[in-house]
């Protein structure tokens, strides 16, 4: 008797109906299992297979042109008489001293990639210029609509860096510039072409970190050039777009990203200006003066950073004070300067308390006055030396008026 047939005898002592005995293996019930399967296939829901967005559709949609293979042109003239935020282009066409030259042939970039983490993976998939002339800003944007079309995007943008005489950017010393370099030289085996640089973030984070939550691109719009974008594609959203077009989704919001990028690189055009205002004026824009005084020392302006610094006197903190001290002692204002390290040394400030010192021992060689100031700068071994060293200036005049 097989294990089959004594389980049913089992269960028929129980009173349970035998079970079903399973259909033996043989080319039959293959058959029967196979033509269950492919019913069940032709039930399922098949996903339609879409056809790729030709390059062509995809120009027509953006206003643009196709250049290259695989590649996409969009270019746009903007009046100086629009409006960008709360100021006209026009601010395109102002100086940007002290905090950047803007020579006629500047070019204003900004690129949007397959995302930040970096390494070979990372691309541009587009690159936005913007130039001026004195009626209008152009911008042209790059895009690719294939992996294939990166070397013909690089090639253009390379044409354009070599007859530029600087490149503005927002970070792009951090990532914009760089990785288009590794890709130019991955893909083209050569350097893309070596321009001035001038990357606003770093003024914007000098005149603005200590007032601003942070000092992201958004964040500048929105307190210097007072535009608060409307219907705008985050940057974070822009890789999955362009991954959605390239599977041949209609949904792509390609719109919305080179809409996006067109507004990074026209508040780059107005930046400089922006910024040099707030230079000028730091407590009408809400700028640092301390800063605004640093960018004028830097570029040789000191009589314009000591102006600022004494204009805004009442907001300097500490170290506002000290860099006008500082100023004021290095162009022979000494006396002045010592007004400023009296007031701060009153209220405990250490280095202040040095600079007087020095000041009374070098300068005015009052030894009394800077062993005073010495002798309140603590027990360190450099502090001991001056002490000692004022000590024997002060005792030998005592010396020799004892022995007269």
Same mark, same amino acid.
């Given at each position: ?13 129980? =009173? *349970? ?14 058959r ?28 027509d949609?953006?206003?643009?042109e196709?250049?290259?293979e695989?590649?996409?042109?969009v ?9 960008? %935020? @709360?100021?006209?282009?026009?601010l395109?066409?102002?100086? =940007? ?6 020579? !006629? ?9 397959? =995302? &930040? ?10 690159v @936005? ?6 009626t209008?800003?152009?911008?042209? !944007?790059w ?8 070397p ?7 044409n ?23 890709r ?6 050569t ?21 601003w939550?942070?000092?992201r691109?958004a964040?500048?719009?929105?307190? &210097?050039l007072?535009? !608060?974008?409307k ?6 959203? +822009?890789p999955?777009?362009w991954k959605?077009?390239? +599977?041949?989704d ?12 067109? &507004? ?13 205002? +707030? ?8 700028a ?10 830097k570029? %040789? ?9 004494e204009q ?7 170290? @506002? ?11 022979g204002?000494s ?9 701060? *040394?009153?209220? %405990?400030? !250490?280095?202040a ?20 100031? +010495?002798?309140?700068?603590?027990t ?15 005792? @030998? ?8």
């Amino acid at each position: 008797m097989t294990l089959s047939n004594r389980l049913d005898s089992l269960r028929r002592q129980a =009173g *349970a109906a035998p079970q079903a005995t399973e259909p033996e293996a043989g080319p039959a019930n293959l058959r029967t299992q196979l033509e269950r399967l492919d019913r069940n296939r032709r039930k399922a829901r098949v996903r339609p297979v879409r056809r790729a967005i030709s390059a062509e559709a995809l120009a027509d949609s953006l206003g643009g042109e196709v250049v290259a293979e695989h590649l996409v042109l969009v270019e746009r003239q903007w009046p100086l008489t629009a409006s960008h %935020g @709360g100021y006209p282009l026009s601010l395109a066409t102002e100086s =940007g001293y002290p905090v950047a030259e803007i020579p !006629q042939s500047t070019l204003y970039l900004d690129t949007e990639t397959t =995302g &930040l983490a970096g390494g070979t993976g990372t691309l541009a998939f587009m690159v @936005g210029l913007a130039d001026r002339t004195d009626t209008h800003i152009r911008t042209r !944007q790059w895009l690719i609509t294939a992996f294939a079309g990166e070397p013909a995007m690089l090639q253009a943008v390379a044409n354009a860096l070599a007859s530029a005489d600087k490149v503005i950017t927002y970070n792009g010393s951090g990532f914009d510039l760089p990785l288009l370099r590794s890709r130019h030289r991955l893909i083209a085996g050569t350097e893309l072409p070596e321009t001035e640089h001038t990357d606003l973030l770093h003024p914007v984070r000098r005149l603005f970190r200590d007032h601003w939550p942070d000092c992201r691109l958004a964040t500048m719009e929105r307190q &210097l050039l007072a535009l !608060q974008r409307k219907n705008d594609l985050p940057g974070a959203e +822009a890789p999955e777009a362009w991954k959605t077009f390239l +599977a041949g989704d209609p949904s792509h919001r390609l719109s919305g990203v080179l809409h996006h990028n067109a &507004l990074d690189i026209l508040s780059l055009t107005v930046l400089p200006a922006m910024l040099s205002r +707030a230079a000028h004026k730091p407590k009408a824009h809400g700028a640092v003066p301390r800063a605004a005084a640093r960018l004028w020392a830097k570029h %040789g302006n000191t009589k314009k950073a000591i102006r600022i610094l004494e204009q805004n006197l009442e907001q300097l903190d500490i170290r @506002g004070r000290h860099e006008l001290a500082r100023l004021l002692r290095n162009t022979g204002r000494s006396e002045e300067a010592v007004v400023i390290w009296r007031a701060m *040394a009153e209220q %405990g400030d !250490q280095q202040a308390t040095e600079h007087l010192a020095k000041y009374y021992e070098h300068v005015e060689r009052d030894y009394a006055v800077a062993l005073d100031h +010495a002798e309140r700068l603590g027990t360190d071994a450099f502090t001991r030396r001056r002490v000692e060293r004022l000590q024997r200036r002060l005792l @030998g005049p005592m010396q020799l008026a004892l022995a007269l």
